[in-house]
């Protein structure tokens, strides 16, 4: 039976009657090879069966073939359903002004300088260095916020003092001026002024009384809803 299959195939494929086999197909060499053999061994029957042996070494070649390409991408399908997140594209978030967390009161302590300040920045130098560093981080096109990974507190960092509150970065300088806003979160995106009240001096002090304030007005709330934010020049 066998046999007989094996024959009509060849007889279908090199005499091209009846053949499924695509034209272009036959132009390649190995086919033509293939052929050429086959109708030689129609008058020599021990040509046929070396033929015929050929052709299944051929076959099992390209089973053992796709087999393995089936298992490699059931085995990649496996794995990215194990760790989905270590086929996806690494995503820069953006800055995070308003980090979503539970209301924990935090009364702000002022820092006190033991020794005298020299003069930074002013507020345009300032404002340009951080619109060329840290431009992401102009929030609103108006507030200096620039987000930092530290416990909420005093901080040195690059040689000048900062202070952190919820994750944002201010400037804390005895001598260098700022001006911060009080802002509440729940009119940022209403037709009406969000700056509840601002503060100008130096940057420790206009911190110091925003932050007394905002304490105040956050723990009658119960929540992160007003916030400090230097703004721009």
């Known amino acids: 039976m066998r046999f007989q299959l094996l024959s009509f195939l060849l007889s279908n494929?090199?005499?091209?009657?009846?053949?499924i086999v695509p034209l272009s197909w036959f132009k390649m060499t190995p086919l033509v090879s293939l052929c050429q053999k086959y109708m030689a061994s129609l008058t020599k029957p021990f040509?046929?069966?070396?033929?015929?042996?050929?052709?299944?070494?051929?076959?099992?070649?390209?089973?053992?073939?796709?087999?393995?390409?089936?298992l490699n991408s059931a085995f990649a399908q496996r794995d990215h359903r194990r760790n989905?997140?270590?086929?996806?594209?690494q995503r820069v978030n953006p800055p995070v002004f308003f980090p979503p967390q539970a209301y924990t009161p935090f009364q702000h302590r002022p820092?006190?300088?033991?020794?005298?300040?020299?003069?930074?920045?002013?507020?345009?130098?300032?404002f340009n260095h951080f619109q060329v560093n840290f431009g992401a981080f102009l929030f609103q096109n108006t507030w200096l916020m620039r987000t930092y990974n530290h416990a909420n507190g005093f901080v040195w960092l690059n040689n000048y003092p900062y202070f952190i509150h919820n994750g944002v970065i201010n400037r804390y300088h005895p001598v260098d001026q700022c001006r911060f806003d009080l802002v509440d979160k729940a009119l940022i995106n209403s037709n009406t002024d969000p700056v509840h009240s601002f503060y100008y001096g130096s940057c420790n002090f206009s911190y110091n009384q925003c932050a007394s304030v905002r304490h105040g007005l956050n723990y009658r709330f119960g929540a992160y809803r007003f916030f400090c934010a230097e703004r721009r020049y």
């Open 13 to 19: 494929l090199c005499l091209k009657r009846g053949s």
């Open 84 to 89: 989905p997140q270590r086929h996806r594209p």
């Open 111 to 126: 820092h006190n300088f033991r020794r005298q300040f020299a003069p930074v920045w002013n507020t345009n130098q300032y």
């Open 47 to 70: 040509t046929f069966y070396y033929l015929k042996i050929k052709i299944g070494v051929y076959m099992k070649f390209i089973l053992t073939v796709f087999l393995l390409i089936s």
